[in-house]
């Protein structure tokens, strides 16, 4: 007998790795479905794909993830993140299922000095973060014993769009970046964070949040500063400078670093420090091949 898992956004940058992580598990079977399958904005699509494929456990890797996008249309925005999962959670309560609603650490206003705990009142001062509070809450309210919030942050891999690749093709075009030393966070590769909801599916302990991130932290120029070693470019090609010279519509968090209390909790291993992570990217070829 497995356990029936059904991933939503199967194709994006989570999902993927996520259902390549489960797949390989014979004590789960997995159904993977993109938006073209399921619109998780639709209640009468989710209801036909739940009860086709009767899961017992939901990972909604689905979102809307443009930041500054949604500052100008946070009603959009909201109807992804927050009444779709509101969708999700009442097909779930009526299969009996499970909900792991995938979040961000833009819940938090970024004002703290020390990481973050799992409780900490959230506070989110863009549209982004206050739609995917909106999500948060639907989970909770309407599946208060069978919802797993796991929020992360940094997030970066072999597939979509993200920081890493966007730096990689800045220093291919122009030989040298610009990058804000001024912000601070922990970036997540996406197969690590898979590994880990792997985990948590199997390991199911009681209803609640969890932090999905790599362990340390560092800033958007330090991680900069690793990726181009990484990919044998001198450091000096790496210049830091500040937020006041990139504003942007949304309003990014200056401390985005989380607490990862809860894994031990319940028994389960934290995620390892997010330099380790880099390496094991690195090894894959999600950095590409090295140019030295």
Not at 178 to 189: C, E, F, I, N, S
Not at 227 to 233: K, N, Q, R, T
Not at 256 to 276: E, I, K, N, Y
């Amino acid at each position: 007998m497995t356990t029936r898992v059904l991933v939503t956004g199967a194709d994006g940058q989570l999902g993927h790795p996520l259902v390549q992580s489960l797949g390989r598990d014979p004590a789960l079977t997995v159904l993977a479905v993109g938006r073209g399958r399921l619109d998780i904005c639709d209640p009468a699509s989710i209801s036909a794909v739940m009860a086709e494929f009767e899961p017992e456990v939901v990972v909604n890797c689905a979102a809307w993830t443009a930041v500054d996008d949604a500052e100008a249309d946070e009603q959009a925005a909201t109807e992804v993140n927050g009444t779709a999962v509101a969708h999700l959670a009442r097909a779930c309560a009526v299969g009996g299922a499970w909900l792991v609603q995938m979040s961000t650490d833009y819940v938090f206003d970024g004002r703290a000095h020390t990481p973050y705990p799992e409780d900490a009142p959230p506070n989110p001062v863009s549209a982004y973060g206050r739609s995917k509070l909106v999500g948060e809450l639907a989970a909770q309210d309407l599946l208060p014993d069978r919802h797993y919030i796991v929020r992360t942050a940094w997030l970066y891999g072999q597939h979509g769009q993200n920081f890493v690749r966007t730096i990689l093709r800045a220093l291919a075009q122009r030989g040298s970046v610009d990058v804000v030393d001024d912000q601070l966070g922990q970036p997540t590769y996406a197969d690590d964070l898979a590994q880990q909801l792997h985990a948590l599916i199997v390991r199911r302990p009681p209803a609640g949040i969890f932090h999905g991130t790599n362990a340390g932290m560092t800033s958007w120029y330090g991680f900069t500063c690793a990726i181009a070693e990484h990919v044998g470019l001198s450091p000096d090609a790496v210049r830091p400078t500040n937020s006041a010279m990139f504003p942007r519509p949304a309003l990014r968090p200056a401390y985005s670093v989380l607490g990862h209390g809860r894994w031990a909790d319940v028994g389960l291993p934290t995620m390892r420090d997010w330099r380790a992570a880099l390496g094991a990217a690195a090894q894959a070829g999600v950095l590409g091949p090295r140019s030295g």
